[in-house]
């Protein structure tokens, strides 16, 4: 609806909702839509914050990660549990589908959700069982509360073509918003840091596109505008072809003098700027900088340090949240005989002194059987090695044995 009043500019209102301005950014809110433009200008979209080198690296660096563990499917025992060997096992270890692997599906997965903020996995099921999973564009499917229940609505061409129960899909989202349906983006959150570094990417790129001459101005006697515009022309042309013949020197009319405009990259603090971007990025990841590769400030004894948060705070946050939502939709909510789970022995097995002092421990107090720490080691089981064993010399004092003397 428009309308025209002499004593107000022009407004146009949406038919969904009269109060939303049709020329506005809450327009693309209320539809969902987000415009993507940062403080700095730029405008942010998932594919070219993926240009921003911290980005690149926290994104892959987490979702390679979880894709390389190990996820197993176990069943409970009056022991203890056991590994479940089957089609689920296989499927959730080594392939999906008939063209997917379990580490493409968790890559391709955890991708979209440390980037549009989602993930989407559809369970495919014969007669009850689990046959096949699919992950989903989550740029195609819609996620609604309809009477009291979450559904899923699957779109192609703009026409919704299938539907979907939540059973039957594996969504793990970054950070859901308060309607508890729809979320918020890493990136698109974040877009006012994120379009700081591809502005300073840009700035720098420009910066040495010109040869390394900053941004100038010329003066003189110019006594015509067309002369002003030639001038301008003239010296540009002049200073790209100086840096393609790799020469030095330039030379200006008699009267004329250049002056620089603006700021040179030192003080800009270019530099200063970038490594301050990385660091914000691992703020948005809950990463520790190291694994953005800046090492400014990583010495011997923290980095260590900075792997057990990565596991503790980040990695197993993560697995936590998939752990759940894959028992809750391959299982069902009753089911508490069976699970899958994650092992992150591997990225905690340090270096090889390390493992081998912890298994010595673990084993000489009854904590870990000699196969179960040869395992761990892709090493074969020994015959004699499922047993659980004690340090010898380990007694209530007053009870260790006596040396007898030699008669004389």
Same mark, same amino acid.
């Given at each position: ?101 379990? !580490? ?186 190291? !694994? ?117």
């Amino acid at each position: 609806m428009a309308f025209w009043n002499s004593k107000k500019p022009e407004q146009r209102s949406s038919i969904e909702d009269p109060t939303v301005r049709v020329s506005s950014s809450n327009f693309m809110e209320f539809f969902g839509v987000d415009s993507g433009v940062s403080a700095s200008g730029v405008n942010v979209t998932l594919d070219n914050a993926m240009g921003v080198p911290a980005v690149w690296a926290a994104v892959n660096f987490l979702s390679g990660t979880i894709a390389g563990l190990p996820l197993k499917h176990y069943k409970k025992t009056k022991s203890g549990r056991e590994v479940v060997n089957g089609d689920l096992s296989d499927i959730l270890h080594y392939a999906v589908n008939d063209e997917m692997s379990s !580490f493409e599906w968790r890559k391709y997965s955890f991708d979209r959700t440390f980037t549009g903020g989602r993930q989407y996995t559809y369970i495919e099921r014969v007669g009850g069982k689990i046959v096949n999973l699919f992950p989903l564009d989550p740029s195609c499917v819609t996620a609604k509360i309809v009477g009291g229940k979450k559904i899923y609505q699957f779109s192609e061409g703009g026409k919704v073509t299938k539907t979907y129960g939540a059973k039957d899909i594996i969504d793990i989202p970054f950070c859901l918003k308060p309607d508890m349906v729809t979320v918020l983006s890493p990136i698109l959150t974040n877009r006012d840091t994120i379009g700081l570094g591809i502005a300073a990417t840009n700035y720098g790129s420009k910066f040495f596109q010109n040869g390394g001459v900053p941004p100038f101005v010329m003066t003189g006697n110019f006594t015509s505008g067309a002369g002003l515009n030639r001038a301008s022309n003239d010296l540009q042309d002049a200073v790209k072809n100086a840096n393609r013949e790799n020469r030095l020197a330039l030379t200006l009319p008699a009267g004329h003098e250049i002056k620089t405009l603006g700021v040179d990259l030192e003080k800009a603090q270019l530099v200063e700027l970038k490594r301050f971007i990385i660091e914000e990025v691992a703020r948005i990841y809950s990463l520790p900088p190291n !694994f953005l590769q800046d090492l400014s400030r990583s010495t011997f004894s923290n980095v260590e340090q900075q792997d057990l948060h990565l596991v503790k705070h980040t990695i197993r946050r993560w697995v936590e949240q998939a752990e759940q939502e894959m028992n809750l939709k391959l299982f069902g909510r009753k089911n508490n005989d069976e699970y899958v789970e994650f092992n992150l022995d591997g990225i905690l097995r340090g270096d090889f002194l390390t493992r081998m002092e912890g298994y010595s421990k673990g084993i000489q107090n009854g904590i870990l059987k000699p196969n179960e720490a040869r395992r761990q080691e892709n090493r074969p089981d020994d015959p004699e090695g499922d047993s659980l064993m004690i340090q010898g010399a380990t007694v209530p004092l007053g009870s260790q044995n006596k040396i007898t003397e030699p008669n004389t």
